[in-house]
């Protein structure tokens, strides 16, 4: 069975760009999370989708970041104007069901340069 | 909101000697603890998972948990090499949604 898949796994950017994040979870997961992981701390929940819906994004800096997931498979982050305070690597996670095991991605590392 | 706090931050043991990590959390109506591995450059791996007072077992790693002292530990029978990975304890909320997770603790594991 396939994992959680995240690309890219590197991003370097300068302050100000842009820079979308894509996840593929396994497949019949219903439940999708979005985790910042600041270096050397715990991941934080950013957003978490069930299907295509968003069920909690209080967390989302919402001046800057965006989450879809369209069709209920697929998610994409997007960090509009990248800041050096989102250097961090970002997790995707998906579950059966909400709350039940999560499986992770190997993540994201992003640099805000 | 739920707070979890880790101790120690490292921990460095040999190879085969019992290795022991603390996880306190201030809101203990919370119905379920996890603890994760995260190995350098790699997602999160869950090791077990706990609901009920008491211990619960997976292969060698053991959790206990004990809801009125807001504590639960992990313990690592006969830790080998390929186990030196941070360890963070996650606690799931029933009215946030999600899980929170500590800061981790680093164990290394020498021959």
């Known amino acids: 069975e396939a994992g959680v898949t995240q690309s890219p796994r590197y991003a370097v950017l300068q302050e100000g760009q842009a820079v979308s994040f894509w996840c593929d979870p396994i497949?019949?997961?219903?439940?999708l999370y979005w985790y910042q992981q600041p270096r050397d701390q715990g991941p934080q929940l950013l957003v978490y989708?069930?299907?295509?819906?968003?069920?909690?994004n209080s967390q989302l800096p919402s001046d800057r970041f965006s989450a879809v997931r369209p069709k209920g498979t697929n998610s994409t982050l997007k960090i509009q104007s990248a800041k050096q305070g989102d250097t961090a690597t970002y997790l995707c996670?998906?579950?059966?069901?909400?709350?039940?095991?999560?499986?992770f991605g190997h993540g994201t590392k992003l640099s805000v340069l | 909101q739920q707070k979890v706090q880790q101790s120690p931050e490292s921990l460095t043991v040999s190879e085969g000697a019992m290795a022991s990590l603390n996880c306190t959390f201030s809101?203990?109506?919370?119905?379920?603890f996890r603890w994760y591995r995260q190995h350098s450059g790699k997602g999160l791996e869950m090791l077990v998972s706990?609901?009920?007072?008491g211990e619960k077992e997976e292969g060698r790693f053991t959790a206990h948990l004990n809801r009125a002292s807001l504590h639960v530990s992990l313990h690592i029978r006969e830790p080998q090499p390929s186990d030196s990975a941070v360890y963070l304890c996650?606690?799931?909320?029933?009215?946030?949604?999600?899980?929170?997770f500590g800061l981790g603790t680093r164990v290394s594991v020498f021959p």
């Open positions: 996670a998906s579950s059966p069901g909400f709350n039940e095991r999560l499986f």
């Open positions: 809101d203990g109506t919370s119905d379920n």
């Open positions: 497949s019949g997961h219903d439940t």
């Open positions: 989708f069930r299907d295509e819906a968003v069920i909690d």
């Open positions: 996650a606690v799931l909320n029933n009215y946030a949604q999600g899980l929170t």
């Open positions: 706990i609901f009920s007072d």
